[in-house]
């Protein structure tokens, strides 16, 4: 584990025309650290992960990250229709350092941990959204990237699917030593996840709770549904802090009730 952070972003701003999407934004996440960010629909989340991976630019700024070998789940699945599953992740682990003699073993491991052992030579039209999802989660954890950013990668499974990915994922970061960046719009999920949360609205950080819940952690653990409580009502104060919270896009009724109803599940 190194001192440097892992990522480090000082006041960055970032506009498209003339609406400022990101706000002289500061963070600092650890080596090795898990950090959720919680916010409301158009509050710029996608749009960080987007310049902390790369993808994005023309911002000001500086953004650093301490790895080379980055994995980014996109919001959506973005598999190239034309080959399968498997080939898919292919064309992602070509594009990387990962030796190619590891190569079958993380295959077999991932696909089978993300519950698509069967359905690797299926082409992503033959797959469901969840499914394609996790196909992307699949070719995200095999080309083993140091850093991993995620963008609400289980929002689209369903709960049970969604439960036992997020108890893998927890799994999978402790053995592989993993900084992680995960954006969610629920609040149980990111108390289970997170050593920290952090609030986002309108382009700026609000809050950040630290989760000092002991690991490993059990999913249905109280302590963690009273850390979920104090995330929501984190999040509502910061929602309601935002200097345009009169307008109709700040948090969406749609956006919020799930937070509201999030809880251990199943
Ligand atoms: N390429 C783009 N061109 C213009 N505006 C954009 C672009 N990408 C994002 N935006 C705007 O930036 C703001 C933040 O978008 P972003 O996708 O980062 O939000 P988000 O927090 O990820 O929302 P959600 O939870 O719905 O995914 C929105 O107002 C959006 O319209
Ligand atoms: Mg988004």
Not at 22 to 36: K, M, P, R, S, T
Not at 132 to 143: E, G, H, I, N
Request: glycine share 6%.
């Amino acid at each position: 584990m190194s001192d440097e952070p892992a990522i480090s972003v000082v006041a960055l701003e970032k506009k498209f025309g003339s609406h400022t999407v990101l706000h002289q934004l500061d963070l600092a996440i650890a080596d090795q650290e898990f950090v959720c960010i919680l916010g409301p629909s158009g509050s710029g989340k996608s749009t960080l992960l987007n310049i902390l991976s790369g993808l994005e630019t023309g911002y000001t700024g500086t953004v650093k990250l301490g790895a080379q070998r980055i994995g980014y789940l996109f919001q959506e699945p973005r598999l190239l229709p034309w080959l399968t599953a498997e080939k898919n992740v292919d064309f992602a682990l070509d594009g990387c350092a990962v030796p190619p003699a590891r190569r079958p073993q993380l295959k077999d491991h991932y696909f089978e941990l993300a519950g698509l052992a069967n359905f690797r030579n299926y082409y992503p039209h033959q797959l469901s959204g969840g499914m394609r999802q996790r196909v992307a989660l699949v070719r995200s954890l095999c080309v083993e990237p140091a850093i991993l950013l995620m963008d609400e990668p289980f929002g689209g499974l369903d709960e049970l699917t969604a439960r036992r990915l997020r108890i893998d994922l927890l799994r999978i970061w402790r053995e592989k030593r993993k900084t992680i960046v995960f954006v969610t719009h629920n609040a149980y999920e990111a108390s289970y996840l997170a050593d920290r949360v952090l609030v986002m609205a309108q382009g700026r950080i609000r809050d950040e709770i630290a989760v000092t819940v002991p690991r490993p952690r059990d999913y249905d653990d109280p302590a963690v549904f009273d850390v979920n409580r104090e995330v929501v009502r984190r999040f509502l104060a910061a929602a309601e802090l935002a200097p345009e919270t009169a307008s109709p896009v700040t948090v969406p009724a749609q956006d919020a009730l799930p937070i509201l109803q999030s809880s251990g599940g199943l």
